[in-house]
């Protein structure tokens, strides 16, 4: 299966944006790239995905670079409510365990007022 | 709209018992996974449901584990023979097909004495 390496805390100061890393070096072709977040006593909440080409929403954005290997989840004003786990994961298109989605430990992001 | 409902939020249980929790899937969702995370930890995979194929087991650690989905809707984990190591918040999500968003539960936490 393949998997994702993320670091394990960052922190930003609130209103400024915020890069969130990810990488996935043995992504195959069909793997879609997901991200999830994670507040604290919550269920993960989803946050966005792609497969190929950057995607924006009411959220957050996602980067995806060119060899699809990494990717970098963009927070673009952090507030104290963005403070979380944000899970990077790959979903498998075809073929496998769809249901097994691996969640990592993901990044603990904390935002100073 | 309603999301995913798990019951009980919490359960405290006797070593030995068997403890039944509940999932209420969001109306329409085809797919409906188990996952299940240790304090501090990610999440684990345990146990995934699409429509009406059978159902991806390969998570569940052991075969004190057993899942069920009746009618393409609620589901229902069950653990028999509770262990301390089972102690756990036990999350499920559903989504309204494979490889769409999940949308998560809070979880039920579950405490083996």
């Known amino acids: 299966d393949a998997k994702t390496t993320q670091p394990n805390s960052m922190e930003s100061n609130e209103e400024e944006p915020v890069h969130l890393p990810c990488n996935h070096s043995?992504?195959?072709?069909?793997?879609?790239i997901h991200w999830y977040r994670q507040l604290p006593s919550q269920g993960p909440e989803y946050v966005i995905h792609?497969?190929?080409s950057n995607v924006n929403n009411r959220m957050a954005s996602l980067a995806i670079a060119e060899d699809r290997k990494s990717s970098t989840l963009i927070l673009h004003r952090a507030t104290l409510r963005d403070a979380a786990v944000y899970y990077c994961?790959?979903?498998?298109?075809?073929?496998?365990?769809?249901?097994?989605?691996?969640f990592g430990k993901g990044t603990k992001l904390s935002v100073k007022p | 709209g309603a999301g995913v409902s798990q019951s009980p939020s919490n359960k405290v249980t006797e070593k030995g018992k068997d403890v039944e929790l509940r999932c209420d899937p969001i109306?329409?969702?085809?797919?409906l996974y188990w996952y299940r995370q240790s304090l501090g930890q990610g999440l684990e995979f345990l146990i995934y449901?699409?429509?009406?194929?059978?159902?991806?087991k390969s998570g569940l650690p052991s075969d004190r584990f057993s899942a069920e989905r009746t009618g393409g809707s609620v589901s229902t984990l069950t653990i028999q023979r509770t262990q301390q190591e089972d102690s756990a918040v036990y999350l499920c999500?559903?989504?309204?097909?494979?490889?769409?968003?999940?949308?998560f539960g809070n979880g039920t936490r579950l405490t083996v004495t």
């Open positions: 999500a559903s989504s309204l097909s494979a490889n769409s968003p999940l949308h």
């Open positions: 043995t992504i195959s072709g069909t793997d879609y």
């Open positions: 792609g497969l190929t």
């Open positions: 994961i790959l979903d498998p298109f075809y073929g496998g365990s769809q249901g097994n989605l691996i």
């Open positions: 109306s329409g969702h085809t797919a």
């Open positions: 449901f699409q429509g009406n194929s059978a159902p991806d």
